[in-house]
């Protein structure tokens, strides 16, 4: 048996009769058995079906030859160009994992050799896709482990495999080792299908993983964290351009961050567009992933939201039109919601109820508060309210002039209510209740005495006066309004202030655990500051008392100090992690920088006396 692997012509391949005229071989009585079978199989029906010849022991023992025979003859119809070897990859659900399937094809009978490629990645990467989002969500500890790698330059230009495609592709899996051409276009064009699922994350050298709805915008949030302490701060030096770029979107972020609600994805979004902008020079300096990574699990987590806030959106929204058809409840039918709530929720639902075209809507002042006044757009529905007001509600003001502003803000579409005398004389009723409280008692006495004209001059004053209170009102809003963007503004910037300080813990934290657990080194001043440029020395001088972060010696900072985790319960299993290391180290079972050998056993005794004191 030959001991050097044929040469894999892959998508050149040609048919044994144009080999035969061009080169005069004749295959020999096995490897013309074989061919044929590998021909009878080459249709676009057994690719569909996935019947394609493979080189098992049951295989060639149908064909009445032995695997090593078949073997030594499928080394000639590959070597001679006219025979090559392809793969489907595929899930088995019941035991949630996925299998590469090596394929001998032959010119496919009513398909191209490249067609039938692209088909069978097709297959491929559909099995990947279901099995990673069944198999391969990540976890958080992982998604930070994943985030140290691709935010690290170094990772980035020495890694060449590791992902999950890498593991199937492994030339072992065929008869022989395949075309390197075709392993590595299958590679490529595999990663760009599956990268273009929205749920996957696809990292090239690493793996492929899916995201839950409920990860999201949780892990859209920690690699921004990272992000903003580890790369920002350099890339500002990569560039002049892009460094004015960030200095002007973080200020336009800063004062979206202090004057509106907007979502923090949206402007983790708008921050990695930036980026984008300057792939090359991103790329180049092996930075470019992160970004791109950071920028897709942002539309992931954007669409999440959108869909659960459609949902509650919509629930909320279907109770408020219930209450609205409600035939029982006044307060129902006739809706008032107070515009000056601090509720975003409130906000959409009014937005909502106003473009409802089966929804009255007008706004009122009252002299505490701004309400949103609604009803059905039903004839007689209001003309119900109309006389429930008068039966139960005559002398209550407010009631009245809720209907009243409904009913003069949606006049154009209430004309026919106007033809009803019964609706006209009640509601005519309901208004002099209300205009008589804004007038002197003796109109009420021409009113009786059949004064018209004087009735009617009181009336004008009532409306006048009711005209001017909602103007005052009006002011008086907007000045509580502004009262209240103030008192919101100084809320957001001391909400941003304390966010800002858990950010930092929490990146401090991750920056002592890539430097003890992943780089196998110290976190000293200087390494921290070198990978996480963000903590200048005062920064890290506040938060070390704030946070209880142990360092070594206890003195005021040095570039060699070494800062270790919080002497915490919060920190237990990590300090426990750490001890572990610290006495390898010490026992000198694992390789360590030893100019730090004198402070392993202080850190390894403080570790010891945090426990001891819980």
Same mark, same amino acid.
């Given at each position: 048996?030959?001991?050097?692997?044929?040469?894999?012509?892959?998508?050149?391949?040609?048919?044994? $009769?144009?080999?035969?005229?061009?080169?005069?071989?004749?295959?020999?009585?096995?490897?013309?058995?074989?061919?044929?079978?590998?021909?009878?199989?080459?249709?676009?029906?057994?690719?569909?079906?996935?019947?394609?010849?493979?080189?098992?022991?049951?295989?060639?023992?149908?064909? =009445?030859?032995?695997?090593?025979?078949?073997? $030594?003859?499928?080394?000639?119809?590959?070597?001679?160009?006219?025979?090559?070897?392809?793969?489907?990859?595929?899930?088995?659900?019941?035991?949630?994992?996925?299998?590469?399937?090596?394929?001998?094809?032959?010119?496919?009978?009513?398909?191209?050799?490249?067609?039938?490629?692209?088909?069978?990645?097709?297959?491929?990467?559909?099995?990947?896709?279901?099995?990673?989002? $069944?198999?391969?969500?990540?976890?958080?500890?992982?998604?930070?482990?994943?985030?140290?790698?691709?935010?690290?330059?170094?990772?980035?230009?020495?890694?060449?495999?590791?992902?999950?495609?890498?593991?199937?592709?492994?030339?072992?899996?065929?008869?022989?080792?395949?075309?390197?051409?075709?392993?590595?276009?299958? =590679?490529?064009?595999?990663?760009?299908?599956?990268?273009?699922?929205?749920?996957?994350?696809?990292?090239?050298?690493?793996?492929?993983?899916?995201?839950?709805?409920?990860?999201?915008?949780?892990?859209?949030?920690?690699?921004?964290?990272?992000?903003?302490?580890?790369?920002?701060?350099?890339?500002?030096?990569?560039?002049?351009?892009?460094?004015?770029?960030?200095?002007?979107?973080?200020?336009?972020?800063?004062?979206?961050?202090?004057?509106?609600?907007?979502?923090?994805?949206?402007?983790?979004?708008?921050?990695?567009?930036?980026?984008?902008?300057?792939?090359?020079?991103?790329?180049?300096?092996?930075?470019?992933?992160?970004?791109?990574?950071?920028?897709?699990?942002?539309?992931?987590?954007?669409?999440?939201?959108?869909?659960?806030?459609?949902?509650?959106?919509?629930?909320?929204? =279907?109770?408020?039109?219930?209450?609205?058809?409600?035939?029982?409840?006044?307060?129902?039918?006739?809706?008032?919601?107070?515009?000056?709530?601090?509720?975003?929720?409130?906000?959409?639902?009014?937005?909502?109820?106003?473009?409802?075209?089966?929804?009255?809507?007008?706004?009122?002042?009252?002299?505490?508060?701004?309400?949103?006044?609604?009803?059905?757009?039903?004839?007689?529905?209001?003309?119900?309210?109309?006389?429930?007001?008068?039966?139960?509600?005559?002398?209550?003001?407010?009631?009245?002039?809720?209907?009243?502003?409904?009913?003069?803000?949606?006049?154009?579409?209430?004309?026919?209510?106007?033809?009803?005398?019964?609706?006209?004389?009640?509601?005519?009723?309901?208004?002099?209740?209300?205009?008589?409280?804004?007038?002197?008692?003796?109109?009420?006495?021409?009113?009786?005495?059949?004064?018209?004209?004087?009735?009617?001059?009181?009336?004008?004053?009532?409306?006048?006066?009711?005209?001017?209170?909602?103007?005052?009102?009006?002011?008086?809003?907007?000045?509580?309004?502004?009262?209240?963007?103030?008192?919101?503004?100084?809320?957001?910037?001391?909400?941003?202030?304390?966010?800002?300080?858990?950010?930092?813990?929490?990146?401090?934290?991750?920056?002592?655990?890539?430097?003890?657990?992943?780089?196998?080194?110290?976190?000293?001043? $200087?390494?921290?500051?070198?990978?996480?440029?963000?903590?200048?020395?005062?920064?890290?001088?506040?938060?070390?008392?704030?946070?209880?972060?142990?360092?070594?010696?206890?003195?005021?900072?040095?570039?060699?100090?070494?800062?270790?985790?919080?002497?915490?319960?919060?920190?237990?299993?990590?300090?426990?992690?750490?001890?572990?290391?610290?006495?390898?180290?010490?026992?000198?079972?694992?390789?360590?920088?030893?100019?730090?050998?004198?402070?392993?056993?202080?850190?390894?005794?403080?570790?010891?006396?945090?426990?001891?004191?819980?």
């Amino acid at each position: 048996m030959r001991t050097h692997p044929p040469k894999d012509a892959f998508l050149s391949i040609t048919s044994k $009769e144009m080999i035969g005229r061009a080169s005069g071989i004749i295959l020999q009585k096995e490897a013309l058995v074989i061919m044929k079978a590998i021909e009878a199989l080459s249709t676009k029906d057994q690719i569909e079906k996935g019947s394609l010849f493979q080189t098992t022991e049951s295989t060639v023992e149908k064909l =009445k030859i032995s695997l090593e025979v078949a073997l $030594e003859h499928l080394w000639e119809l590959i070597d001679y160009g006219i025979v090559t070897q392809l793969f489907e990859i595929r899930y088995n659900h019941g035991l949630g994992s996925i299998a590469l399937y090596p394929f001998c094809v032959s010119v496919p009978d009513g398909l191209s050799i490249e067609d039938t490629f692209h088909r069978l990645l097709k297959k491929s990467s559909d099995a990947i896709r279901k099995y990673a989002i $069944e198999k391969k969500a990540l976890g958080e500890e992982d998604w930070r482990s994943i985030l140290l790698k691709i935010s690290d330059p170094q990772f980035i230009k020495e890694a060449t495999s590791g992902d999950d495609i890498d593991y199937l592709l492994s030339p072992k899996e065929f008869p022989y080792p395949p075309s390197a051409a075709m392993l590595r276009r299958s =590679k490529e064009l595999l990663l760009e299908e599956l990268d273009n699922e929205p749920k996957l994350v696809v990292l090239p050298n690493i793996g492929i993983f899916s995201i839950l709805d409920t990860q999201a915008q949780h892990f859209v949030s920690i690699a921004n964290e990272l992000f903003l302490a580890k790369v920002e701060p350099l890339a500002r030096s990569f560039d002049i351009g892009l460094r004015d770029r960030i200095d002007e979107m973080n200020s336009e972020i800063k004062e979206s961050q202090a004057l509106s609600d907007n979502h923090e994805i949206e402007l983790i979004k708008k921050r990695m567009d930036v980026y984008l902008a300057y792939e090359a020079i991103l790329k180049e300096k092996g930075y470019f992933r992160i970004i791109k990574v950071i920028r897709k699990l942002c539309d992931i987590a954007s669409v999440n939201q959108e869909k659960s806030q459609k949902v509650e959106f919509d629930k909320l929204l =279907k109770v408020y039109l219930t209450m609205l058809e409600s035939t029982f409840d006044f307060d129902s039918r006739l809706l008032r919601i107070n515009l000056e709530r601090d509720t975003k929720n409130d906000i959409v639902i009014v937005e909502q109820l106003k473009k409802n075209p089966n929804v009255l809507s007008a706004e009122w002042l009252d002299p505490e508060a701004k309400m949103a006044i609604f009803a059905l757009k039903n004839i007689a529905s209001l003309k119900e309210i109309n006389l429930l007001i008068y039966e139960n509600y005559r002398f209550t003001t407010e009631y009245i002039l809720y209907f009243k502003a409904l009913v003069e803000a949606n006049e154009a579409d209430l004309k026919p209510i106007f033809k009803d005398e019964d609706f006209v004389k009640i509601y005519g009723r309901n208004l002099q209740a209300v205009y008589f409280n804004y007038i002197p008692w003796f109109y009420k006495l021409f009113y009786f005495l059949g004064a018209t004209p004087l009735v009617n001059s009181g009336y004008a004053k009532a409306k006048s006066i009711i005209t001017y209170a909602q103007m005052d009102r009006q002011f008086q809003y907007e000045k509580r309004r502004e009262n209240f963007f103030k008192r919101k503004l100084k809320e957001r910037e001391e909400k941003i202030e304390r966010d800002k300080k858990i950010q930092n813990k929490r990146v401090l934290i991750q920056a002592i655990e890539e430097a003890f657990f992943s780089k196998r080194i110290p976190p000293t001043v $200087e390494w921290i500051q070198a990978n996480y440029p963000i903590f200048n020395l005062e920064l890290l001088e506040k938060m070390i008392p704030d946070f209880a972060f142990l360092k070594f010696p206890n003195k005021p900072l040095a570039e060699d100090t070494i800062i270790s985790f919080p002497d915490s319960t919060e920190f237990e299993t990590k300090n426990a992690k750490l001890k572990e290391l610290l006495s390898r180290w010490i026992r000198r079972e694992e390789a360590f920088e030893e100019k730090y050998e004198s402070k392993l056993a202080e850190i390894r005794n403080a570790i010891h006396s945090v426990h001891s004191s819980d």
